[in-house]
């Protein structure tokens, strides 16, 4: 089956490092992306990684992949009240039918405590 | 500024009625989709389109349906709407034709919508 799950909650200090967990189910993933959701706005692309890579870094961003345990993580360094909100885990894959589409998590609510 | 915009941004709608969200976008992206957001279920498809003139059914597509009649619009209807079509939906889009190489998603600000 299909399925994408990351802990519903975090919370950090300011100044911290933040590390938000996330296991998927299909090994076929091709690419694996997390996406930022602030108050009352739309998801925005944050990072994504391909497949065959173990880890990509871009600024205070790192992100992991274990391909053999299938587990993603984001880490923020650093982090500041305003990386304060929710983080989705996704993950693209094949369809049955043709094509591919996007698994989407239910998302990591972070909250930042300054 | 490129991206994908949605409106309205908020309806409140009595049950029974119609609706249509709108959605457009300006970046030429071929695949479009709808999702709605709700607590703790986090996003769930309704439909999605893969080039202009094709629609597809996603997870959760009773009570919903979508036209693409060209590449930049992609509306969604509520024929008759229901308070457990209270929820905030959001349009994205995404280049399958690898012009951007990671196939990532831009989604659009939401509609919040309130069926009483």
């Known amino acids: 089956g299909e399925d994408v799950e990351q802990s519903l909650f975090l919370s950090v200090r300011e100044g911290d490092s933040s590390v938000i967990n996330c296991t998927y189910t299909?090994?076929?993933?091709?690419?694996l992306y997390w996406y930022k959701q602030e108050p009352g706005a739309g998801l925005q692309l944050l990072t994504y990684?391909?497949?065959?890579?173990d880890m990509k870094q871009d600024q205070r961003l790192t992100v992991l992949l274990n391909k053999k345990d299938k587990h993603l993580s984001l880490r923020i360094a650093d982090t500041q009240t305003g990386d304060s909100a929710i983080y989705f885990c996704a993950e693209r894959v094949g369809r049955n039918t043709g094509g591919f589409k996007t698994i989407f998590g239910a998302g990591t609510r972070l909250f930042v405590k300054a | 500024i490129a991206g994908i915009t949605q409106a309205p941004t908020s309806q409140i709608l009595a049950a029974g009625r119609r609706m249509t969200l709108r959605c457009t976008q300006d970046m030429r992206h071929n695949a479009m989709y709808w999702y709605r957001q709700d607590l703790g279920l986090g996003l769930r498809l309704i439909h999605y389109s893969n080039t202009a003139g094709t629609t597809g059914k996603g997870e959760v597509p009773d009570g919903y349906s979508v036209s693409r009649a060209n590449t930049d619009d992609f509306p969604l209807t509520l024929a008759s709407a229901v308070p457990s079509q209270t929820s905030v939906y959001f349009c994205?889009?995404?280049?399958?034709?690898?012009?951007?190489?990671?196939?990532?998603?831009?989604f659009g600000s939401g509609t919040r919508l309130t069926v009483v």
């Open positions: 990684i391909f497949s065959n890579m």
């Open positions: 994205a889009s995404s280049d399958s034709f690898q012009r951007t190489g990671n196939y990532g998603y831009t």
């Open positions: 299909d090994s076929s993933s091709t690419y």
